[in-house]
């Protein structure tokens, strides 16, 4: 089988998850070419040589980002009807998530791909506020087994799915405002001038191509901006002004090797324990725990210790 993965990634989340998802079906020998998209680089792909296709995106504000959405209507309609799946990732558990497919799937329909599977993966934050080592550890343990059960599921015609309720619908639906929010932060987001070293790598690497340097010298951005806080996530100096954002900026990347290296880091942050805001997470992992044990996969953190 010859499977098409289309991602869009922010600050590597997704990236992440679709590449596990990739070495998973090359497992059983399925040929995967992964496309990951950056805005003008070309899509030289016909869907029609593909046997199936998976495209993968972090949930913004309960929605997918609208330049990646604008990237998907302009694939071209296959000539025959395609198996679809979905790999979505974002920091929280909560329903309101679900339907953050729905607007693009309406879309994907007409393209002829019929949505056979979808799955919501946990990963950190990278916006609001910083989660702790312990947690970012647990998340990422828990994402590669995850994965291969995906696509057990799908490879086996047991896949996954996500319930859309009417009510996910509807917070899907006001939340979309958040597409206006670049228009509205371009003129705000700018380089802090004392801190930046002039590295250009915000500029060279923003997935939207929207970070440009004006004839003043000053790093800019355009209306394109997905707000998908890969610049200022990754800027080494922290030098990067988010605009109205500004007070949610979470920066540098997570090591989830070290973390994992590091014995000193506990990997059950969310426990039988759990307190306050993250005992919402409890029944996510619980969930997740049964899914694994169903399908004879050891649990990767120890959730009553």
């Known amino acids: 089988m010859k499977i098409l993965l289309i991602t869009f990634t922010g600050t590597g989340n997704t990236l992440l998850c679709g590449n596990y998802i990739q070495k998973e079906f090359e497992s059983f020998n399925h040929e995967v070419i992964h496309y990951i998209y950056k805005k003008n680089t070309g899509f030289a792909y016909n869907l029609d040589d593909f046997d199936m296709i998976g495209i993968g995106y ?32 974002s920091g929280e558990p909560f329903p309101m998530n679900n339907s953050s497919s729905c607007k693009p799937l309406r879309l994907l329909k007409r393209k002829n791909l019929h949505l056979i599977a979808e799955k919501h993966f ?24 995850l994965c291969k059960v995906f696509v057990k599921g799908i490879l086996e015609n047991n896949p996954e799915h996500i319930k859309h309720g009417v009510g996910s619908h509807i917070c899907s639906f006001l939340f979309r405002i958040e597409w206006i929010a670049a228009f509205v932060n371009k003129p705000l987001l700018h380089v802090k001038k004392k801190k930046c070293t002039r590295c250009m790598m915000c500029v060279n690497n923003c997935p939207t191509n929207s970070l440009y340097i004006n004839k003043k010298g000053k790093i800019r951005a355009k209306t394109s901006c997905a707000l998908c806080m890969r610049c200022c996530y990754n800027c080494p100096k922290d030098a990067i002004n988010m605009g109205i954002l500004n007070h949610w900026v979470v920066n540098g990347p997570f090591k989830y090797q070290q973390l994992v290296e590091d014995p000193s880091i506990k990997d059950n942050y969310v426990n039988k324990n759990t307190k306050g805001y993250f005992k919402f997470f409890k029944k996510y992992f619980k969930r997740q725990d049964e899914l694994l044990l169903k399908n004879n996969m050891k649990i990767p953190v120890n959730y009553y210790a």
Request: cysteine-free.
């Open 122 to 145: 946990l990963m950190p934050y990278n916006i609001m506020f910083r989660y702790k080592d312990e947690l970012a550890k647990q998340m990422y343990l828990y994402l590669e087994p």
């Open 58 to 89: 972090p949930i913004h504000a309960f929605n997918i980002a609208k330049p990646f959405y604008k990237f998907l209507k302009t694939l071209k309609k296959a000539n025959k009807k395609i198996p679809l799946f979905i790999y979505k990732v």
